[in-house]
């Protein structure tokens, strides 16, 4: 990918780490959606990964990059807020199946705002995982169906036991 900078007619030829800075300097300019797109194809994950994290992206591009390879791109999207828009059920089933540990417990953080997809789905799916922060950080979240917190209620591992129970002391107080 060709990227330049042009003042006053004189054109520089940028890098990957000039261009991975300028991504974060025009997320907000009115032209970034069509930049961000372009960008979003660049071989640097860096560069994708910095994309993936702004908020100013066409769906469009948030779809390109819910296919990325790269886990750090991966992990940034799951959580951008126009992808939490178009991520899909099989997007789902797809990312938990990379088993990485920090995009399942950003999944199970987000659990409720994927709005294409049934969190007991995603709940089903992330339950029984075998990493226990994975767990953990759905015994935490108050928006998981009752059902799988109290399944977590009685894990293996006393941390997580331990906070699904208080996920659902704290539940059952707000009704």
């Known amino acids: 990918m060709e990227a330049t900078l042009t003042v006053n007619k004189i054109e520089i030829s940028l890098g990957h780490e000039a261009l991975k800075l300028i991504t974060d300097i025009i997320e907000n300019h009115p032209d970034g959606q069509e930049a ?29 990059l819910i296919k990325d390879p790269s886990i750090d791109v991966l992990r940034e999207i799951a959580v951008n807020r126009v992808a939490l828009k178009i991520i899909t059920e099989k997007d ?19 659990i409720d705002e994927y ?16 990493d226990p922060r994975v767990r953990c950080r759905l015994a935490e979240n108050q928006y998981v169906p009752e ?3 109290t399944d977590l209620s009685k894990d293996s591992d006393i941390d997580v036991a331990e906070a699904a129970k208080e996920t659902l002391n704290d539940k059952r107080k707000q009704l």
């Open 147 to 149: 059902i799988f917190l």
């Open 92 to 110: 789902i089933q797809r990312l938990i199946k990379t088993k990485d540990t920090r995009l399942l417990c950003e999944i199970a953080n987000f």
């Open 115 to 130: 709005q294409l997809c049934n969190s007991n789905l995603i709940a089903e799916l992330l339950v029984n995982q075998p």
């Open 36 to 64: 961000f797109h372009e960008l979003a194809q660049h071989p640097s994950s860096d560069i994708r990964s910095t994309v993936a994290m702004n908020e100013n992206i066409h769906e469009k591009t948030a779809k390109l």
